[in-house]
Every structure is written in C-alpha cells, then in structure tokens.
T-cell receptor, first 113, second 115 residues
C-alpha cells in the first residue's frame, strides 16, 4: 500500500532562511504527489502538485518541490522564510484515481524573527 | 467561485449520540471525499462519493456512513459516537474525472468533540 513519510514533525527556521520540508513516498509506481498547507483552525490549501509534466514544480507563496524518482522524494523548499509561512505542511500521494489521498503525518514549520 | 463549505463548523456531542455533518462542494464538482484528522492518527481517508455513489472507502467501522445528493452536496453520519471520534472532519471536492492528478479542494472542516 502507498505510504508517505515526512521526516521531522517540527522544523524551526529564522525569517529569511531557507525552508526545507522532507517527503518520501513508497511505491514502485510513482504516484501523483501534493503538498498542502494548513493554518490554525482552517482546512487544507493546495501549495503545489506533481503530475509528471515536470520534475521541478512551482507552487504558490514562493514554494517549490522537486520530484526525484531515484530517491522516492518530493521535498518542499522555499528560499526565504516569512513569518506568515508558519503553519503545518502535509505531503500527500494519490495513485488510484478515486480521490483517495494518502497523507504524511505533517510537519509544523516554526518561523522566528 | 465559492469554495467548499461545511456545516456546522463546531459540534459537541455525548457518547452514544449520532451526528450528521454537511458538505457543499465547489460548483461543478461532482466528487466529494471525506477525511478525519486527529492528533494521533493524522489525516485519514473516510470515503468518496461521485454521482450519488460511494466509489471508495477507507478503513473505518460501519458507524461511519455517508451519502451524496443529486446536487453533489454530501453528508456524513456517525452513529453511536465514541470518545475517539473527536476529530476535525474535512470535506474535499474535485471535478471527479477519475484522473489521478485531479486536485482536491478542502473545506474548513467541522470540529467534533465527543464528551
């Protein structure tokens, strides 16, 4: 069965520093991959998604992710963190066609001034 | 275009009661999926409805059920509530084309507290 692993339940960065959130998937068949962000007391907002068109995917709010099949990874990055980036980030995979997303456990990003 | 709406936003119930949550998808979306989010188990898929039919189901007991109406609005019901059912219930809608890369758009969720 498909599974998604997010390394680090919490990541702390300073404002202006590089953000790197890690995501690995387990599947012999690469799934379609998504990054969602969740702000307190809100639902999930799509940041970006990988659909095999390009390995480097650019999303909203300056985030991007690179799909690396050899490493079964889809890490999320942002060159310069902003205070407003503080939230929980979820990596998800889908390969069934039935809208059944499999989520990682989430990484809470903390941004300090 | 209005986003996914869920009602109510907050709910408090006691053990043994039942509860019904509602979800209105984005206009034109025909697929509605439900997820449960808890601190211990994270985000877990409950079920997906398309054209009033359940297309896929997660690993939840039969106390969890749902339905979809002809206007694509969906409801989920939890009977005989247990303390462990306390969670944020998220609804997501998508076009429902069956393409694996289809984006799901999430509502704000209904937070259920079972006492």
């Amino acid at each position: 069965a498909q599974s998604v692993t997010q390394l680090g339940s919490h990541v702390s960065v300073s404002e202006g520093a590089l953000v790197l959130l890690r995501c690995n998937y387990s599947s012999s068949v690469p799934p379609y991959l998504f990054w969602y962000v969740q702000y307190p007391n809100q639902g999930l907002q799509l940041l970006l998604k990988y659909t095999s068109a390009a390995t480097l995917v650019k999303g909203i709010n300056g985030f991007e992710a690179e799909f690396k099949k050899s490493e079964t990874s889809f890490h999320l990055t942002k060159p310069s963190a902003h205070m407003s980036d503080a939230a929980e980030y979820f990596c998800a995979a889908e390969n069934t066609g039935f809208q059944k997303l499999v989520f990682g456990t989430g990484t809470r990003l903390l941004v300090s001034p | 275009k209005a986003g996914v709406t869920q009602t109510p936003r907050y709910l408090i119930k006691t053990r043994g009661q039942q509860v019904t949550l509602s979800c209105s998808p984005i206009s034109g979306h025909r697929s509605v999926s439900w997820y449960q989010q808890t601190p211990g188990q994270g985000l877990q898929f409950l079920f997906e409805y398309f054209s009033e039919t359940q297309r896929n189901k997660g690993n939840f007991p039969g106390r969890f059920s749902g339905r979809q109406f002809s206007n694509s609005r969906s409801e989920m019901n939890v009977s005989t509530l247990e303390l462990g059912d306390s969670a944020l219930y998220l609804c997501a809608s998508s076009l429902g084309t069956g393409r694996v890369q289809e984006t799901q758009y999430f509502g704000p969720g209904t937070r259920l507290l079972v006492l």
